[in-house]
């Protein structure tokens, strides 16, 4: 059964531009992967896909990567 789920009103918001500069820049990212002897999975292809369609602002995508190879961000305070 096909997930009939709607997604955020921010993806109407992403132009068609916005669209292609997100796929060149997951595509030079897959390519840069691959360069270096590897493939994305499955799992973080679905990411790019849903980062593409504007589901996922830049932000979600490096955290939800980061959390499926299982490594934690960790952001540092600014020094005072």
């Known amino acids: 059964m096909k997930d009939e789920t709607p997604l ?7 132009s068609p531009e916005e669209r ?9 990212a897959r ?9 994305l999975s499955e799992d ?8 593409i ?6 932000d979600e995508l490096t955290a939800a990567i980061l959390t499926k190879v299982g490594k934690v961000a960790v ?4 020094p005072s």
Do not use: K, M, T
């Open 53 to 58: 369609a504007g589901e996922l602002d830049s």
């Open 31 to 39: 390519g840069s992967v691959r360069h270096e002897g590897g493939i």
């Open 20 to 28: 292609a500069r997100r796929q060149r820049e997951v595509d030079f």
């Open 8 to 14: 955020p009103d921010r993806i109407a918001s992403v």
């Open 75 to 78: 952001v540092d305070d600014p």
């Open 44 to 51: 973080i292809e679905r990411l790019n896909a849903r980062y």
